[in-house]
């Protein structure tokens, strides 16, 4: 394969630095972006103040409380994340269609075709979204998409960690293996009984101790120790289906209650459909029962849909396929798939439909402005005063 230059981008504490630009009172603040303590709330996204008290995300803002007495908790607003993540990428996509985005606040690109070095396009990148978005970004320079990518978190905050070609496995080799793709907490703790805790260890274990530890796929785990990946960046990457789920404090049994919730789920599928104008074809429920054993069912729409009343009636039938009244819920989740761009058939002649459309599109405006809780449907509102 011809030699690459393959440029890793990633948003530090991406949706901290979206409610630093809307409340620049938080800058240099320990806060988190995250689920309500009170309930069995995680933390999304720590401020780097936070951070110094060994705050993480996927931590029980709870936890992190105690960690942080002070701690501010701001509860998430995606709609603005993921309009603030279009931003950049749109300049992303002035630079070279070959983009593939792989979360909302990272992605890969292929300038191996452009003159300029991996370094300087980094580098501009990097201070135009300073200078146009206010956001804090850092980069990775490599050969190749996995070892941009560890280049990336080793630079963080606001890095470009540039790896020459030739020394890939020399930058990866004093780095911990729990930083390789693919090594989750089985693998390395295997690693460790074996005394592997590097990933230069890792690249230098004899194939032999490689396949009695890890069968066929060791000297695919050595490779990529080595920094080899041939992996091509992908243009165009969609998602094919998106998801919600709530954990209940305690398990609940109450219809109009898990009705609300189902909702509100509804609500926030809708509108990121649409922020990405997409439409799905199938809906999924998921239900969890305090015994953790966990039942899932999905419906084919006759019609693709982006409206949060579709995706509503659609969980709402699957639901009631598989619950009985009273009967506790500990987990209840609602998702989405087969998205994509589709045309809807019956656009030009089905009036109600535009209706419901137009009002969606208004509703969506006013949450931009105002925050998630600013439009509640009566259903809604209903429940949150009895
Ligand atoms: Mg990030």
Redesign the pocket.
């Known amino acids: 394969m011809a030699e690459r230059t393959i440029l890793h981008m990633?948003?530090?504490?991406?949706f901290c630095a979206v409610e630093e630009l809307r409340d620049p009172n938080l800058k240099g603040k320990p806060f988190v972006v995250g689920g309500s303590p009170q309930g069995r709330g995680v933390v999304s996204s720590a401020s780097y103040a936070a951070r110094k008290f060994g705050i993480h995300s996927a931590m029980p803002t709870a936890q992190a409380l105690r960690l942080c007495p002070t701690l501010t908790v701001i509860s998430a607003r995606h709609g603005d994340y993921a309009a603030w993540a279009k931003k950049v990428m749109d300049i992303l996509s002035d630079e070279t269609p070959l983009i593939e985005r792989i979360s909302i606040?990272?992605a890969f690109l292929d300038v191996s075709q452009v003159r300029e070095s991996g370094r300087q396009i980094a580098l501009r990148l990097q201070a135009e979204i300073r200078g146009r978005l206010g956001l804090p970004t850092s980069w990775g320079v490599a050969s190749n998409k996995l070892v941009a990518k560890i280049a990336t978190e080793v630079g963080k905050p606001e890095g470009c960690v540039v790896v020459p070609p030739g020394e890939e496995a020399a930058f990866l080799a004093p780095l911990p293996v729990q930083m390789l793709w693919g090594v989750g907490p089985k693998t390395q703790e295997k690693l460790r009984q074996a005394g592997i805790e590097t990933i230069g260890q890792l690249a230098g274990m004899p194939e032999r101790a490689l396949r009695s530890l890890f069968g066929s796929r060791g000297p695919e785990l050595a490779a990529r120790a080595r920094g080899e990946d041939e992996r091509p960046v992908v243009q165009h990457h969609r998602r094919k289906s998106m998801s919600v789920e709530r954990t209940f404090a305690r398990d609940q049994g109450d219809r109009e209650l898990l009705e609300s919730v189902l909702l509100s789920m509804a609500e926030e599928l809708g509108r990121r459909l649409r922020e990405r104008d997409m439409s799905a074809q199938v809906v999924r429920l998921k239900l969890r029962w305090p015994d953790f054993t966990t039942m899932t069912r999905q419906r084919r729409l006759a019609q693709p849909t982006d409206l949060d009343e579709e995706i509503f009636a659609a969980g709402l039938a699957l639901f009631e396929g598989l619950w009985r009244s009273g009967r506790k819920v500990r987990l209840i989740g609602l998702g989405v798939a087969e998205l994509g761009a589709f045309p809807r058939q019956l656009e030009l002649f089905d009036g109600t439909w535009q209706l419901e459309r137009r009002l969606m599109e208004a509703v969506d405006r006013i949450r931009d402005k105002y925050g998630e809780g600013a439009v509640r449907r009566a259903r809604l509102m209903r429940k949150k005063e009895g």
């Open positions: 990633d948003l530090d504490a991406f606040d990272e």
